[in-house]
């Protein structure tokens, strides 16, 4: 697997999930940040970083990717039940091959919250 099948595949089981669209709408999955002038909630498949895996032979290369959840209705609630439902889509796709690294939820003045998941994997080279 690639970095790239996983972008793609990740970024396809989001856009699939029917539990997802019942709470972001059908197109609430972006794969780019979209404009100020969208409407909330909405999903980002953020930055995926490369680097080193855990073997010494190089044939494994760890991943670390973000999922951005924007909410503008319901804030703080919102955004945690999306977090949730995207952390039970990646473990029903892969199991425990990803772990959740960090969650942030930032609430400003604006009355939007954004939610940054931080996940960790790890792909093995095709051969």
């Known amino acids: 697997m690639t970095v790239g099948d996983l972008y793609g595949n990740i ?5 699939d999930s029917e539990k997802l669209t019942v ?3 059908p197109g609430g999955v972006y794969d780019f940040t979209p404009d100020e002038n969208t409407a909330g909630p909405y999903v980002v498949v953020g ?9 010494v032979s190089c044939e494994e290369t760890e991943v670390t990717f973000t999922i951005h959840v924007w909410s503008s209705s319901f804030g703080r609630f919102e955004t945690l039940d999306i977090k949730d439902v995207i952390n039970e889509i990646l473990f029903e796709m892969w199991g425990e091959c990803f772990w959740l690294e960090s969650f942030k939820l930032i609430h400003d003045v604006s009355q939007w919250c954004h ?11 095709e051969e």
């Open 115 to 125: 939610g940054v998941l931080t996940y960790r994997t790890f792909i093995k080279e």
């Open 47 to 55: 930055e995926f970083v490369e680097g080193p895996g855990r073997l």
């Open 11 to 15: 970024t396809k089981a989001l856009l």
């Open 23 to 25: 709470i972001v709408g």
